[in-house]
């Protein structure tokens, strides 16, 4: 696992400033995660364990209503594929679930003006920005909503939770001609007393492509619950 050099949020903003600037490393083409997953153990803060405890997955999955919880949750969903597109001032990700369309405005180190990005049809995936640092693409994310939702729901930690002080770093690296490594560190003082981290390891898929989605609630209810 990546081991992040910024204790707490406020180093990592800082970090934006400190970072030195770099040629971007090629990560474009089509990935999918097959399994490839490591969640470090998480410090629970007491509020944290009691929102877990009283979670239900049958009921408040937000899949079951075609809601991305967060790109923790969108990353940990296998078998739906992924399209990186690297621009000169952007980076555009194309995910099939959901049909989400990611763009990551890119800056360099030291700049003044911060232009975040959302989309705005799943502002639960919080404002995006992005710089490149060595072989890594960091995106930088905050304002992921006012309410307590959940970063994961299925495969290793059922029902982790987000509170609205969430900060998240994610690092892109080809570790690989075929494999794309993620960590994602989730900066959380209400729900975590240490960073919560997380690596997934994604192929590339040269014949592949980003197809519809097309959620529906009455068909991710089913597709989400079946043995």
């Not at 949020?9 to 400033?17: E, G, P, R, S």
């Amino acid at each position: 696992m990546h081991k992040s050099h910024l204790p707490t949020a406020t180093l990592l903003l800082a970090a934006i400033y400190s970072a030195g600037t770099s040629a971007a490393p090629d990560l474009e083409g089509t990935w999918i995660l097959f399994g490839g997953e490591d969640f470090s153990a998480p410090a629970r803060t007491p509020l944290n364990t009691r929102l877990q405890e009283s979670y239900d997955f049958a009921h408040d999955d937000p899949s079951l209503d075609c809601i991305p919880a967060s790109w923790t949750r969108v990353y940990s969903n296998p078998n739906t594929p992924l399209e990186i597109i690297q621009q000169d001032d952007q980076v555009v990700i194309n995910f099939e679930l959901f049909d989400i369309r990611r763009t990551i405005p890119l800056i360099e180190p030291g700049e003044a003006a911060h232009h975040r990005l959302a989309d705005p049809n799943n502002p639960t995936l919080g404002d995006n920005l992005g710089w490149y640092e060595g072989d890594e693409l960091v995106v930088h994310g905050v304002n992921y909503g006012d309410q307590y939702r959940v970063l994961t729901t299925i495969r290793g930690w059922a029902g982790l939770q987000q509170s609205p002080l969430l900060v998240t770093e994610e690092r892109y690296r080809r570790s690989s001609e075929d494999e794309l490594e993620l960590t994602i560190t989730h900066y959380d003082p209400l729900m975590y007393t240490r960073p919560l981290g997380v690596v997934y390891e994604l192929d590339a898929e040269y014949e592949w492509q980003v197809a519809p989605y097309n959620c529906e609630p009455e068909e991710a209810s089913v597709n989400t619950l079946a043995p």
